[in-house]
């Protein structure tokens, strides 16, 4: 009989201890955001600065782990087949609905809880050699690029969301362009530099400061605004409406994960992203904070992703 009531009681307080640690989810376990690209990147310096803000909301370690691979598809494959208890945490971006896209992954972001999306990077200009030889404005190089249709190269990585960016440019503008696949900016700035591309879609946090010291020069920003101070003509400026497509980034769950940790995790997000701080964060990098959860979040992907599908064809070549 003793043996009886202290089994009772083992199991009564193991019962109220898994309660309480739901009731402080994520509880005494280390969460693991997942980050799909390298150390030192935009995505892996975005996710670090808010996930650790967010960490403290929540009164919780988050420890974040790079894991590289097939356009952030190995990243992603980890979290989906990782147990729905909010203890794994998968952050990305654009590149996510890319891969889907071009059947990189036979998954996508339906197959996840999405948590909310959180950045929109719209700092991408028109970068070009500023001693290129052929053009010193935007009219210019449109007028370049019909004169001769397929000689105007743009360096950037084939497949990602920048090789989007550059067919839909290239596309509104009525040019013809060719592609050369680089691989990030540690092969696309040298590139540029000798001028054996014509031009790339820049991040304004990654290149402006080459556009500073007068190496690069800014012909139009794909924003709504210049984001170097200057009459630099903007896509809105031109056209009367914004350019279609930024890049976005966000948080997803494993697909089940309950939907009590996903909306305390949002509320510490929201905050997080609404706060001072990482408005000062954003604003250093140009990029904007926007917080979107739930189906608001999905409905925003899903309208991304049907633009995108409208060039499918195209970077698969097609």
């Known amino acids: 009989m003793k043996k009886l009531v202290a089994l009772i009681l083992a ?23 997942i980050i799909p690209f390298g150390a030192g990147g935009d ?30 598809t190995i990243a992603a494959r980890q979290v989906l087949d990782s147990e729905a208890d909010g203890n794994t945490i998968l952050w990305h971006q654009t590149s996510f609905l890319m891969a889907s896209l071009l059947g990189l992954s036979e998954f996508d972001y339906h197959d996840f809880e999405t948590a909310c999306t959180v950045i929109e990077d719209l700092s991408s200009f028109l970068c070009v050699n500023a001693n290129n030889g052929k053009f010193t404005t935007f009219d210019e190089f449109v007028q370049y690029g019909k004169d001769h249709p397929g000689e105007l190269l743009w360096g950037g990585t084939i497949g990602g969301d920048a090789h989007l960016y550059a067919m839909m440019f290239a596309d509104l503008l009525g040019i013809e362009v060719s592609y050369v696949d680089l691989d990030g900016t540690a092969e696309i700035v040298p590139a540029l530099l000798n001028n054996d591309i014509d031009f790339t879609l820049g991040i304004y946090g990654t290149y402006g400061a080459y556009v500073d010291n007068g190496d690069f020069a800014a012909l139009a920003f794909l924003g709504d605004e210049a984001l170097d101070g200057s009459d630099t003509p903007t896509w809105k400026s031109l056209f009367g409406e914004s350019f279609p497509i930024g890049k976005m980034f966000g948080y997803w769950f494993p697909k089940g994960t309950d939907q009590a940790i996903i909306d305390k995790f949002n509320a510490a997000v929201e905050k997080c992203v609404n706060s001072d701080e990482f408005k000062a964060h954003c604003a250093q990098y140009y990029i904007t904070p926007v917080y979107r959860g739930g189906e608001e979040a999905v409905s925003y992907l899903d309208a991304q992703y049907e633009l995108m599908n409208n060039y499918k064809e195209q970077l698969l070549g097609n």
């Open 43 to 72: 995505t892996d310096l975005h996710c670090r600065v808010l996930t650790e803000m967010v960490s403290k909301e929540l009164g919780t370690d988050i420890v974040c782990t790079n894991v590289t691979g097939t356009s952030g």
């Open 11 to 33: 199991l009564a307080c193991l019962f109220c201890a898994a309660t309480a640690m739901a009731d402080e989810w994520p509880g005494k376990k280390t969460v693991q955001m």
